[in-house]
């Protein structure tokens, strides 16, 4: 929601969309059951559910920078959650007969209220909570960048045994918070990791080509 603070007034919604995991650079580990860290594609989208988000500025331009955790409802007698292999897939669009084994996809948790576009109970596409991902946006709510797999790999690969395996059915590192700092004349953007207990820091003076610089444990 952009919001006019000196009119009290929301002047836009603006939805973010979705994140296409089965594309290059989009890599998940989906499973908590196949005991081994794995980031693979796979036909599923995440949503865009930002649980904290900061502005900076770079070029003249203000940015925002999301860091994309996402969440279910569950209320009353309400739950939107399910996993893969609990669905009815339609077997024409989803062909890969193994694809609802818990060592690939069929741990996944997803929701149900979408991708079964026809209500005829069975599946044509999958969403899962969050994207695994922090993302910068134009003040307007245009995708700038988005980090794809680099956060979970970046953590992997410089913070031995930090992933939890046993939430990569989930939303994996959980990408809770963030903000944004000035080191050094340099901008940085510190990405708290729920999950994994963790603060990633990344270079986003230039917002469209982040750079890792290191992660903590906490």
């Known amino acids: 929601a952009i919001v006019d603070v000196v009119t009290g007034t929301i002047s836009d919604i603006v939805p973010l969309g979705f994140k296409d995991h089965s594309v290059s650079g989009n890599e998940i580990d989906p499973s908590d059951r196949d005991d081994v860290i794995a980031f693979k594609l796979v ?8 649980d904290a988000l900061a502005t900076f500025t770079s ?24 996993r893969v292999e609990d669905l009815e897939l339609d077997p024409n669009v989803f062909t890969d ?14 929701t149900t209220t979408l991708g079964d576009a026809n209500g005829d109970g069975l599946y044509e596409e999958l969403y899962s909570f969050g994207t695994r991902s922090f993302s910068i946006w134009t003040s307007t709510g245009e995708l700038y960048y988005d980090s794809g797999s680099a956060l979970e790999r970046d953590l992997v690969t410089n913070l031995s045994g930090a992933y939890d395996e046993g939430r990569s059915d989930n939303k994996g590192v959980e990408p809770e918070g963030v903000t944004v700092g000035m080191v050094g004349g340099r901008t940085i953007a510190f990405v708290g990791l729920e999950r994994v207990d963790a603060v990633s820091l990344y270079d986003i003076s230039n917002p469209a080509a982040p750079e890792f610089i290191a992660v903590f444990e906490t």
Not at 59 to 81: F, H, L, S
Not at 97 to 110: C, D, F, V, Y
Request: hydrophobic fraction near 30%.
């Open 97 to 110: 007969s193994e694809l609802q084994n818990e060592e690939n996809l069929g741990r996944l948790t997803i």
């Open 43 to 50: 036909p599923t989208f995440g949503i865009y559910q930002p």
């Open 59 to 82: 070029g003249g331009a203000t940015y925002i920078i999301t860091a994309n955790e996402g969440d279910a409802r569950e209320y009353d007698t309400y739950v939107e959650e399910a």
